[in-house]
């Protein structure tokens, strides 16, 4: 089975409440001091692809768009054993939504040749869309299971779990889908041996320009215009919490339990 | 004046989603017609048409229930005859799963998780919560339909009209484009293991744990908490990574978004993440031993003890004030 | 005859050999006696020598000094007063009586007569016979230890019944025969041998003159069969170490007690990390032929005594059992057949038994208290890291909230996955200044991550910043610019993070052109002294309870205010066991507070573990085996109202584990620094 796994690279999700900053003019987040790290959910995709690959066997390619630190994230996929990975690099430090992303991805897969599944994580932790996996499955022509979990093959075919609002469904798919992957407890992404970190340096990462892939800065101009970030602003957060007070513990208790019952009985 | 479509998915029902939904999209100016796809009772539908111009009853073989490339090629054919500028959605799995697909395929732009909607120069613009919450963003779909999933239980229901719409009843045959893959996937087996009969999104009042209960054990001591409020029970991203609770059960920017009239976070330090999932809670409290935990900064009111000396008795006397 | 008449003689002997023909017979089972004993000596040297290579020769003086103190004079194994007392007594007296036969060897074998006279009747009988009933006494007490108290401690193997059974016998045939001898010979110097004078005439009042000589004479060939047969005996068992133990404590780290790690040259190692005993060093596989199994470090340590598996003692002697292949009964965890039939140097040991599994080996707190407390200065704690070195970097497959750890220092400097704070929150209203705003800082505050990043510890370094300031320190944080010192990737097993952490923080040190740093943990404080050298990193570092104490005596500081609490202090792994700095936090609490200052029952070197050092803070542990709850009942065994302490790790744990097992008593935890400053602003 070859499986392809799109990896994103994002600000450090984790940097602290007053570490971020925006730049307002350029409606993005301000980099400071914090790390780019792996996208989450793209780091649960390459673990379920790992975990497929070693149920079955098969190849695992790993693509990445973004601006040159994005190897990064594709060198430690090779520290994970990936087969091989991909950078289309972008010279350009603007904004990619979604559609733009989709349409790169899909150019790149598209010249990097047949997958029989492509998994992109469910959002990233920066932006949180939730859209390329839908609309790279479109670009490509292909049929598509989100928030999937688990990924298991039988027969000709593969059969997915995915999460839903109230629990799970198990879905049976043909090949070549697109499956946005979720967390679970099942794919916590590993992390790699010291000796595979150094030797994912020595390794090939293949690197294009958009004019690698036959897109022009036209094309990407005509998605990222289709959807604008017009603001980008910090909410101001309250801060008046009335902490219960008490004598004793007995009497805290006593008037929280009031408070709780109050609203509970007003709803 | 603008044709917006609000697309319903297989056994969707006129509860506090829909209610949301077609708030949302009242409050664009525009010709609202709502598809309903698969059979719909009478009721339903009868509510339907109170809040729009249109109720459009799509049927298909086998769209008593939701598959994905069926459903999506039924929203295709349907929206292509309607031409809609705007298409919105409510943020249940199936509508996020369809939302980008089916602007893939009508040509448009899609986008999730919309807070509020506005019309600006013409365009849907949105609001929306990014960077795990830190941030707020105002982004502007230009190209049409703009296709959208919307957080639909956070906008208050609308009154009904003051004439009802038209009802229609459209049997759909898929050709085309919209008829390829549907027979690639199956959703061959559906499992509901809620925490209680209502979904996290609906609930009114939601008990959830977090790191701090560090194990599945305690999850079992607010299980009667939660019984005696007749609340849902839920938790952070920390305590369902661990496998102590079902990953449904989790709440913030990649679990559930919320909106109860009360959510109380029990051992919940309150990250950005988890922050977001609950900015729709009413009154938000905390139980927590470190007073200067980030969640206490979004409660009206909050008890500094150790979860463990409190949930017992606090159990005991709401069982006293609520009988 | 008069004792004083007596003192004078010069012609004081006794005949060697007496009673004894044939003694060529002797010399003949001596040949193979000395064979076998030298091939198991041989064979165990030859083992040692295949392992890697240590500098263990170095500053002679220094260990010259080592093994009067600690095997001369016994002073780490007194330490357990009991068993100590005892094993003194029979090392004194087997080393008087081995004297006492060589005397004898170079009186008969070589002829000269040096067995005669004021030599022959004070120490020959006189002291021989003393120190030989003293160590008799020491096997018989030794015995009932083992047979009647049973310290869990120990290891009950038939091997240590039968040796000692055979020293007593030894020594008790040893007492008969001179005895008898006395008694026969009517030896007018007798008295001077005051076991051997009873003995003496408690035969004769059973027995004839004759029986008694023809006794003599079988028993002197008993007791020499006996003797043979021990030494012979004696390297393939744990009375080896008679030899191996001054061979350990003469090759002993100086540096760390014993708590050095090894560093990693990643460009030509074959293995990060061991997983088989060929990949030791020659000092680790002696470490192993050292072991008394007296069971001291598994005593001491923190998570065997909350019930874990982990325990040093049972790591060392499976890891034995492996280099010998003699006693393979002990060694559980894989089915018979799994585990080679002889020694296999390159056998993979990790999970080879259940000591040896990696649950096991990622429960050590890396305290040291096994390696403090080791009466043979074996290095437990650096060969659990080694093992552990090979887990995190050869198999990546080490607990999940290590994990976490590990790659939140990867991606941001810091363990603390999850943490809201950033490295200045702290700092917040303060005006604390930052290294690119002053000009040349007389110290750096080396904040760490526990400092900044842990919502409780900001109160302990505003404290201490607070502090500072009012002894008007010029000083400096680096703010952002920090990370992690590397200690927790060390001590879980990543080397090659420690050493890509360590390396960018010397570089951002030397270009700030900082010389002095200042810092409240004590695992930062330990890695700046003891670890960065070696990487090329050279400042003077202080831990803050030094450096506050210094402020005082300089008056820089005054502590007008007094603090009216009791005040305990549990004293860090890595400032007390690691650093030996015990007295500079005692002195600041005695300076701070009205009431005497009260100690816990381990305390000092002696210290327990508060369960978070190598990465064991970052671990959920089972709820009924948690180490800082057993060190806060510890804690609350005092009557102190407030636990301090001088690390941020501790500071959580401790505060964790009091507020779980208190009940209705009041105890604080707090850092000395938050104590001072509290007393400081009168609260």
């Not at chain 1, 029989?116 to 859209?131: H, S, Y």
């Not at chain 2, 990574?241 to 909106?259: C, L, S």
């Not at chain 3, 008087?96 to 060589?102: C, H, N, Q, S, Y």
């Not at chain 3, 000692?164 to 008694?183: H, N, Q, S």
């Amino acid at each position: 089975m070859k499986t392809l796994v799109c990896l994103k690279q994002i600000l450090d999700p984790e940097i602290p409440p007053r570490d971020f900053t925006i730049n307002r003019d350029s409606r993005q987040a301000v980099q400071g001091s914090a790390n780019l790290v792996t996208n989450i959910f793209c780091e649960n995709a390459l673990e379920s692809a790992l975990q497929l690959r070693e149920r079955s066997e098969g190849e695992i390619a790993a693509l990445a768009f973004g601006p040159a630190s994005a190897e990064d994230s594709l060198r430690k996929a090779l520290a994970l054993k990936a087969d091989e990975a991909c950078l289309v690099e972008d010279d350009s430090t603007a904004y990619r939504n979604s559609a733009t992303t989709a349409l790169v991805l899909a150019a790149a897969i598209k010249k990097l040749g047949e997958f029989d599944i492509i998994m992109v994580g469910r959002e990233a932790g920066d932006w949180g869309a939730g859209q390329t996996g839908g609309l790279l499955a479109e670009r490509l022509g292909l049929p598509c299971v989100t928030f999937v979990d688990h990924i298991e093959a039988s027969g000709d075919g593969v059969t997915l779990r995915r999460q839903t609002e109230l629990g799970w469904e198990k879905v049976e798919v043909k090949l070549p889908l697109v499956v946005t992957i979720s967390n679970h407890e099942e794919n916590v992404p590993r992390i790699p041996k010291t000796r595979d970190i150094m030797m994912s340096a020595r390794k090939p990462v293949t690197n294009w320009k958009l004019s690698d892939i036959d897109l022009t800065d036209e094309d990407l101009k005509t998605t990222g215009d289709a959807l604008d970030v017009i603001d980008l602003f910090i909410p101001e957060k309250k801060t008046d919490c009335e902490f219960i007070e008490g004598d004793s513990l007995d009497d805290k208790i006593d008037e929280f339990a009031k408070r709780l019952a109050g609203i509970v009985q007003s709803a | 004046m603008k044709n917006i479509v609000v697309c319903l998915m297989p056994g969707a029902q006129f509860d506090k989603s829909t209610a949301g939904l077609l708030a949302s999209a009242r409050g664009l100016k525009g010709q609202l017609t709502v598809i309903v796809t698969g059979t719909a009772e009478d009721d339903t539908t009868a509510s339907l048409a109170n809040q729009a111009d249109a109720v459009i009853v799509a049927e298909a073989v086998g769209l008593n229930e939701y598959q994905p490339e069926l459903v999506l090629g039924v929203l295709q054919t349907v929206c292509s005859d309607l031409n809609p500028d705007i298409v919105l959605m409510a943020g249940d799995t199936y509508s996020q799963e369809l939302t980008p697909r089916l602007a893939g395929r009508l040509g448009g732009v899609s986008a999730g998780d919309a807070q509020s909607l506005t019309l600006e120069n013409d365009n849907l613009r949105i609001t929306r919560s990014v960077y795990g919450g830190k941030a707020m963003a105002v982004v502007e779909l230009r190209s049409t339909p703009a296709v959208v999933w919307v957080r639909a239980r956070s906008f208050a229901p609308a009154a009904p009209r003051d004439s009802s719409g038209s009802i229609e009843k459209r049997t759909v045959e898929l050709s085309g484009d919209a008829a390829k893959h549907v027979d690639a996937t199956k959703i061959v087996e559906r499992h509901e293991e809620s925490s209680g009969t209502v979904r996290l999104e609906d609930a009114m009042v939601i008990v959830a744990g977090g790191r701090g209960l560090g194990g599945s054990e305690p999850f079992e001591e607010l299980k009667s908490l939660a019984e005696t409020m007749n609340a849902q029970q839920a938790a952070s991203r920390a305590a369902c990574d661990a496998g102590w609770v079902p990953p449904h059960w989790q709440v913030g920017q990649t679990g559930k978004k919320v909106a109860p009239e009360l959510y109380v976070a029990i051992a919940i330090s309150g990250a950005s993440q988890h922050l977001m999932g609950i900015a729709d809670a009413k009154v938000v409290t905390a139980i927590n031993t470190d007073s200067d935990a980030p969640i206490f900064k979004h409660c009206q009111f909050g008890l500094v003890e150790d979860y463990k000396a409190v949930v017992g008795p606090l159990t005991e006397r709401l069982k006293a004030l609520l009988s | 005859m008069t004792l004083l008449a007596a003192l004078n003689a010069a012609d004081a002997t006794r005949e060697v050999m007496w009673n004894i023909s044939h003694s060529w017979v002797m010399y003949v089972l001596l040949v193979p006696t000395m064979l076998i004993a030298g091939y198991g000596v041989y064979k165990q040297v030859q083992k040692w020598r295949s392992g890697q290579p240590a500098a263990r020769f170095d500053r002679p003086a220094e260990r010259i000094m080592r093994v009067i103190n600690h095997v001369l004079l016994q002073q780490a194994t007194l330490r357990d007063r009991f068993a100590g007392v005892f094993h003194f007594m029979l090392f004194w007296g087997m080393i008087t009586l081995t004297i006492a036969t060589t005397v004898v060897l170079i009186q008969h074998d070589f002829g000269i007569e040096i067995m005669k006279g004021r030599f022959y009747l004070y120490f020959q009988s006189l002291f021989v016979d003393v120190l030989g009933v003293l160590a008799m006494l020491g096997v018989a007490v030794l015995a009932v230890r083992r047979w009647v108290l049973r310290p869990k401690k120990l290891v009950y193997t038939d091997e240590s019944t039968w040796l000692l059974v055979l020293l007593f016998v030894i020594m008790g045939t040893g007492y008969l025969l001179e005895g008898w001898r006395i008694a026969v010979t009517n030896d007018p110097w007798g008295i001077w041998s005051p076991a051997g004078i009873i003995v003496s005439k408690a035969s004769l009042a059973v027995a004839g003159v004759g029986t008694l000589k023809t006794l003599h004479l079988f028993t002197w060939w008993f007791h020499l069969v006996i003797v043979f047969g021990l030494i012979a005996w004696a390297p393939y068992t744990k009375l080896l170490h008679v030899l191996t133990a001054p061979l350990n404590i003469y090759t002993a780290d100086l540096d760390h007690g014993g708590g050095t790690l090894k560093q990693i040259d990643f460009e030509s190692a074959q293995s990060f990390g061991i997983n088989s005993l060929e990949q030791f060093t020659w000092k680790d596989l002696l470490d192993l032929d050292a072991c008394t199994e007296c069971g001291r470090c598994t005593s001491v340590c923190p998570a065997n005594t909350v019930g874990k598996q982990l325990s040093p003692r049972d790591i060392i002697l499976d890891m034995q059992g492996l280099l010998d292949r003699s006693d393979l009964a002990s060694l559980t965890g894989k089915a018979d057949g799994q585990q080679p039939d002889e020694y296999d140097p390159a056998f993979p040991i990790i999970g080879a038994t259940d000591n040896l599994s990696s649950d096991a080996l990622f429960e050590c707190t890396t305290c040291a208290a096994c390696v403090e407390i080791c009466p043979v200065s074996i290095e437990q704690l650096p060969k659990i890291v080694d093992m552990r070195r090979f887990q995190v970097m050869e198999q990546a497959e080490f607990p999940q909230q290590m994990q976490d750890a590990i790659s939140s220092l990867e991606e941001r400097g810091h363990p603390f996955k999850g943490t809201q704070l950033s490295r200045v929150d702290w700092a917040a209203g303060m005006d604390v200044p930052l290294i690119e705003d002053v000009e040349a800082p007389e110290v750096l505050l080396w904040v760490g991550c526990g400092g900044a990043l842990v919502d409780r510890n900001q109160k302990s370094t505003r404290a201490l910043a607070n502090l500072l300031k009012k002894a008007n320190v010029n000083f400096a944080i680096l703010g952002r610019e920090e990370t992690c010192t590397g200690d927790p990737a060390r001590r879980i097993g990543n080397e090659f993070l420690f050493e890509t952490l360590a390396t960018q923080n010397i570089e951002t040190l030397k270009t700030h052109n900082i010389k002095n740093v200042l810092t409240s943990c004590p695992h930062c404080f330990n890695t700046f002294r003891n670890e960065y050298p070696k990487l090329g990193g050279n400042f003077e570092v202080m831990h803050h309870t030094t450096y506050l104490a210094r402020l005082i005596g300089e008056g820089h500081l005054k502590l007008d205010a007094q603090a009216t609490e009791k005040i305990a202090f549990h004293d860090p792994c890595y400032l007390g066991r690691h650093n030996g700095i015990t007295d500079a936090p005692r002195k600041l609490l005695k300076e701070v507070s009205q009431q005497p200052l009260v100690e816990m029952e381990k305390h000092g070197r002696q210290s327990f573990c508060c369960g978070g050092g190598g990465g064991m803070s970052f671990v959920d542990e089972p709820a009924d085996q948690r180490v800082n709850q057993e060190r806060a009942k510890q804690a609350l065994a005092t009557d102190a109202d407030t636990v301090a302490v001088g690390c941020p790790f501790c500071t959580t744990m401790m505060e964790d584990g009091i507020n779980a097992v208190k009940g209705d008593r009041e105890m604080a935890v707090k850092d000395v620094a938050e104590v001072m400053w509290e007393a400081l602003e009168g609260k």
